[in-house]
């Protein structure tokens, strides 16, 4: 087609051209998923940021959303009636109740007892109770779905999750990208409802400081229970979306559990915006960590940057001192 | 209004209050004043409901306080400012007012109670979007006051207003509790470590040492009695 | 440290456990329940490893299976790929555990709190993912048919159960090691809280780090068992979650901090967990996990200190015991407080000290000495910085500017337990004592930095409880129960057990009842007569009249008056601090 020479450098740009591709391709990917992580992130971020609590059992909220999705989509017919484009997302929307209750019921039941004004006067080994019995619900959580839904790894059918859009010569994936704007969507929402409603300020006054919040008449309890249950119900929205586009089993919980944790901690714990957007940069760097780590270690480099958060900065990029004394 | 009888408090084995009694009638100002560990904050935390007493009893309009939860007591009409202001940092100034209307009567007053607080400090309706923990101590305290007024409370508590703040800005604040209590007839309790200020516009005042109740009189027996001194100084 | 349990006692009890294992070990029949046998005790061990760190030293572990997958996979690859034969490879898994301890603990150790968790849970998820990479989804031992016992493959399952309780018997051994010597009283001081350990003169570096070091070394060491037992290797069963879970539910469902605890955890849980899997396996998998999962629930919420702990407080109250040993008054007892009260040598001097946080002077250009032999006093309203200036002085906060000389020599910057070593003693408001433990041996605790060896320690601690004022009898009891006199008097002898120059007091008398006040204001005046400087910080001005030679008062910061209290409480500027201006303009007005 071409004489040599031409084809000589057309090579060599062609090679540029590629790595820019990849690098453009990377950093949407990384944006895209980004946008379901800072989902998954808020939802942890917000049970940190008002209950002080680190929940283990995030990552099986996770995965409740996502079995919840499933059987919403299939036995409660959504994807028949609403069709394989607006049906995966109802049903990733709807989960979110479902695991609200769940979540709901674990705390006034379990959790509750050992956090909140339960906690306040707590020393020492008080506050680890409640990571440990978090750790104990995730067993039974992860375990429990093993025995209910069983290990056959399960999926809901949609042609968006192999269709990409075309812009320019980067491919971005329809399911991500749907995924994407309904983050933002319920990101939105969430920061509204914080911001504006009555029951959202209380929530951070209860945050902020709970005896004061008493003495103003709040139910600092409640606050905890609405923010634990909302926590997870926002991280089962995120399952609910992804569930059309990877197969998942009752394991996957833990998979994303130190993602989360890390994208928590770079936004800086106790801060919901922070979380947000330390979701979306752990997306980033673990897509754009494939331009130089082979596939398998893309999740090591989250760790990585994980761990170098913590050490060199706590805080994060948005956090408050929130360490107990 | 409330009527303190008896009252004990235990922190473990420590004895933070030993029979105490004080009475505070409608629309009166009553000061409790004593040094500390005197048991003044444990005498509002028994108030409150966040500690519960050993002994004693507390009614408050005939009703007893024992049966009534922490969470409800505001309510029913008592506004806690406490010890350290205890703002919500992260919150704005309108906001921390706003959560000082959670009660329902709060919020049946809301406007009335937003003006009455912007009239009586005036600093706040500047900085009302500033977040409340990059306020000055000062401020903070007259936004922890605001707070319990946008309660619309029947009895106003307030501990320790003047902690770590600098004289003049004390006396403004104590000149301010003075005006709400003259001004709108609400009942005051208050109480302070600074004697003299506190006693300056009370009705009626108590001293409190060591959990008990050493004296109590009017604002003119209490500053002229040399016990009181006694009380803070040990000579 | 252990005076209620005799060594023989626990040696003894080791033993039965042994043998009690063995007994069980010949009466079982079918590999099946031998493996199951095998399997409690490599989990007892791993649990008694988590135990030495989390267990005694509070640093709540949730990445142990790091250590044991480091473990698993160093006998595995030295078998597979060079050729050694366990029995050189798990004694150099452990090794590589202890290196993996190490250099884990460095910089994690600087974290605190959740953050030291978290980036503990990181640790083993990173390494599962790398060994995925590098290619060992799963490795399995070779068979060896020529001299199988060289390479620790038995026919006979049993040798395998009785390595495994080599093992375990070894690690309680250390265990009991650590409980018995001021290693374990130090962790427990740490554990305890960590600000008044390093206040007691304990480096909490130095103990933390060998902590972490044995731990991991014997989580390894269980892992590379496992991985001999099991043949192979995968990096989910031996890096994955539920490892790091069991170590963690193991112990704590038997009795955190004792070394039977993870022994009783690993007993019940283990064949409860396998016969359930293997009976209703097929039919409810999973059903380990939910297992475990529900047995930290219910302990959680039920007995969250463990079984072992539940049950001892039910059935085996510990009966006080009195101790009868004959104190020791420290060397230095000698000195005669109003020979040195004379002297006027100035023990602690202050110049220009000052701090703030933020916008706020929290303290303000404080200079005062202190002198020693003497009491000295420092007061002032809520809020005038009187705490903050004994944690400067105490090491705690660094000062923005000023300088502080204690004994001649410049302090400022250095950790509190090193001042402390220095001879200067602190103690708290509140009082946190080991409730499990006697009030002799909460004592003892402080004496440890004093001392070299454990028996001078309690002969210390024998005289600072002497010297307070508690008798014998109270000695003996342990300190949950304690009254607030006895409390603060056991503060105090804690405190004085570290043999100081000088002694800190932050608010020692607070909320006393009169008659508790005199014990305790006699005490420290004995205190202070045997020739100890006393820096007090006091609300009860009664009580601070009563004992101080000398005051300092401080406001907002600043020292606005310092000197004998009769002056110091006629001065105007003080009488305004506490009482307001308006009550000095009244006093002027009714005189004038």
């Not at chain 3, 009785?162 to 409980?179: H, Y």
């Not at chain 3, 100035?346 to 303290?363: D, E, I, Q």
């Not at chain 3, 302090?411 to 006697?438: H, L, Y």
Request: hydrophobic share 50%.
């Amino acid at each position: 087609m071409q004489t040599i020479g031409v084809v000589g450098m057309e090579g060599a740009m062609g090679s540029f051209e590629l790595f820019a591709i990849d690098f453009l391709q990377a950093l949407m990917a990384g944006l895209m998923v980004g946008g379901t992580y800072a989902l998954m992130c808020v939802g942890l971020g917000m049970i940190f940021g008002v209950m002080r609590v680190v929940n283990f059992a995030q990552g099986d909220f996770l995965m409740l959303g996502m079995y919840g999705a499933f059987y919403v989509a299939t036995t409660l017919g959504v994807l028949a009636l609403l069709g394989p484009y607006a049906g995966p997302v109802v049903a990733g929307l709807l989960a979110g109740p479902i695991v609200f209750v769940i979540a709901w019921l674990l705390h006034r039941f379990l959790i509750g007892r050992v956090t909140g004004v339960a906690a306040l006067g707590a020393e020492g080994e008080g506050h680890y109770a409640q990571i440990i019995l978090t750790l104990g619900i995730a067993l039974v959580l992860q375990n429990g779905g093993l025995i209910l839904f069983g290990s056959l790894p399960l999926s809901i059918p949609t042609p968006m999750s192999r269709e990409s859009w075309e812009i320019w010569e980067i491919l971005v994936n329809q399911a991500r990208t749907v995924r994407f704007a309904v983050a933002i969507l319920v990101a939105a929402l969430l920061y509204l409802f914080l911001s504006r409603t009555r029951l959202g300020k209380s929530m951070r006054a209860a945050a902020d400081n709970p005896q004061a919040a008493l003495y103003m008449g709040i139910d600092v309890d409640r606050c905890h229970r609405t923010a634990f249950a909302l926590g997870c119900a926002i991280t089962g929205i995120a399952g609910g979306l992804i569930a059309s586009s990877q197969s998942f089993q009752p394991y996957i919980g833990f998979d994303f559990v130190i993602t989360m944790y890390a994208g928590v901690v770079l936004g800086g714990l106790g801060s919901i915006l922070g979380a947000f957007w330390g979701g979306m940069t752990i997306g980033l760097v673990q897509q754009m960590s494939t331009l130089v780590l082979p596939f398998q270690l893309q999740n090591t480099a989250i760790f990585v940057v994980f761990l170098l958060i913590v050490f060199l900065r706590p805080h994060g990029m948005f956090g408050r001192s929130v360490e107990r004394t | 209004m409330l009527q303190i009888a008896s009252l004990e408090v235990a922190y473990g084995g420590l004895r933070a209050l030993d029979r105490v009694s004080i009475a505070v009638g409608q629309g009166q100002f009553v000061a409790v004043v004593g040094p500390n560990g005197a048991g003044k904050t444990t005498l509002f935390r028994a108030i409150s409901g966040t500690v519960r007493p050993v002994g004693g009893s507390i009614l408050y309009e005939g009703n007893d306080l024992a049966a009534v939860p922490a969470a409800q007591r505001p309510h029913l009409g008592i506004a806690h400012v406490p010890e350290g202001r205890q703002v919500f940092p992260s919150l704005s100034v309108l906001e921390n007012l706003e959560m000082g209307a959670y009660t329902a009567a709060g919020r049946a007053r809301w406007q009335q109670s937003l003006e009455l607080i912007l009239h009586l400090f005036p600093v706040l309706a500047e900085r009302r979007r500033q977040a409340a923990g990059t306020l000055s101590g000062g401020e903070q305290q007259m936004l922890a006051i605001g707070r319990g007024l946008a309660s619309a409370p029947k009895l106003l508590m307030l501990d320790e207003p003047s902690m770590g703040l600098a004289p003049t800005v004390a006396d403004m604040i104590f000149e301010r509790i003075e005006q709400i209590h003259r001004d709108h007839g609400l009942t005051v309790l208050l109480v302070e470590q600074r004697v003299a200020e506190a006693l300056e516009s009370c009705d009626l005042g108590y001293v409190l040492e060591t959990g008990r109740v050493v004296m109590q009189g009017t604002h003119e027996t209490l500053m002229a009695d040399q016990r009181v001194k006694t009380a803070y100084l040990g000579l | 440290m252990r005076q209620s349990r005799s060594l023989a006692r626990d040696l003894a009890a080791i033993g039965a456990i042994a043998a009690a294992f063995m007994v069980v070990l010949l009466l079982t029949e079918s590999g099946y329940y031998r493996l199951i046998l095998t399997l409690v005790v490599i989990w007892a061990t791993l649990g008694l490893a988590w135990n030495m760190l989390s267990g005694y030293g509070g640093l709540i572990s949730f990445g142990h299976a790091a250590f044991f997958g480091l473990g698993a996979y160093t006998v595995t690859l030295a078998m597979v790929k060079l050729d050694i034969t366990p029995w050189i490879g798990i004694p150099l898994g452990a090794l590589v555990g202890m290196a993996a301890g190490l250099l884990i603990g460095v910089p994690t150790f600087r974290l605190r709190g959740h953050y030291f968790g978290l980036a503990m849970l990181a640790y083993p998820l990173a390494m599962l993912y790398v060994f995925e990479w590098l290619g060992y989804q799963e490795i399995a031992l070779p068979m060896k048919r020529e001299h199988p016992a060289a390479w620790m493959q038995f026919s006979d399952q049993r040798v395998y159960t009785l390595l495994g309780l080599g093992l375990m018997v070894l690690a309680m051994l250390a265990s009991l090691a650590i409980e018995r010597t001021r290693f374990g009283m130090a962790l427990q001081a740490i554990k305890q809280n960590e600000a008044a350990a390093e206040a007691a003169g304990i480096d909490t570096w130095r103990w933390k780090m060998p902590a972490i070091v044995l731990s991991a070394g014997f989580a390894a060491a269980a892992g590379g068992l496992y991985a001999v037992v099991l043949l192979t290797v995968t990096p989910q069963s031996v890096f994955g979650v539920l490892v790091s879970a069991q170590a963690l539910i193991v112990c704590l469902f038997g009795g955190v901090g004792i070394l039977w605890g993870p022994v009783i955890g690993a007993a019940v849980l283990v064949p409860l967990a396998e016969i359930l899997n293997g009976e209703l396996g097929h039919i409810i998998p999973g059903i380990q996990g939910v297992v475990y999962g529900l047995a930290i629930i219910i302990i959680i919420l039920l007995a969250p200190e463990g079984l072992f702990w539940r049950l001892r407080d039910r059935f085996f109250p510990v009966r006080p015991q009195v101790p009868d040993a004959p104190a020791a008054a420290p060397q230095a007892a000698g000195r005669d407080a109003g020979r040195l009260a004379a002297t006027r040598k100035p023990l602690l001097v202050l110049k220009g000290v000052s701090r703030s946080f933020g916008g706020l002077r929290a303290v303000d250009n404080v200079s005062l000495t202190v002198e020693e032999g003497t009491v000295h006093g420092i007061i002032g309203p809520n809020g005038a910085g009187k705490t903050t200036l004994f944690n400067i002085v105490n090491g705690f906060l660094a000062p923005n500017s000023g300088s502080i000389s204690f004994d001649g020599k410049d302090i400022v910057g250095q950790k509190p337990s090193r001042i402390c070593r220095a001879g200067m003693g602190r103690t708290f408001q509140i009082v946190r004592a080991f409730p499990r433990m006697t009030v002799l041996q909460n004592v003892t605790s402080g004496a440890l930095v004093a001392t070299r060896h454990d028996s001078e320690a309690e002969a210390l601690a024998l005289w600072a409880i002497d010297l307070v004022g508690l008798g014998r009898a109270e000695a003996g009891q342990t300190a949950s129960g304690l009254t607030m006199r006895q409390l603060r008097l056991l503060e105090l002898a804690r405190a004085l057990a570290s043999r100081p120059k000088l002694l800190l007091l932050d608010e020692i008398l607070a909320g006393l009842g009169h008659a508790e006040l005199e014990e305790v204001i006699e005490a420290i005046r004995r205190i202070a007569a045997s020739g100890i400087t006393v820096l007090i910080i006091e609300h009860t001005m009664h009580a601070m009249v009563r004992l101080a030679e000398r005051f300092s008062v401080l406001d907002h910061g600043a020292l606005i008056a310092d000197g004998p209290p009769a002056e110091v409480t006629r001065n105007p500027q003080v009488i305004e601090a506490y009482l307001g201006r308006k009550w000095v303009q009244r006093a002027a007005d009714r005189v004038a």
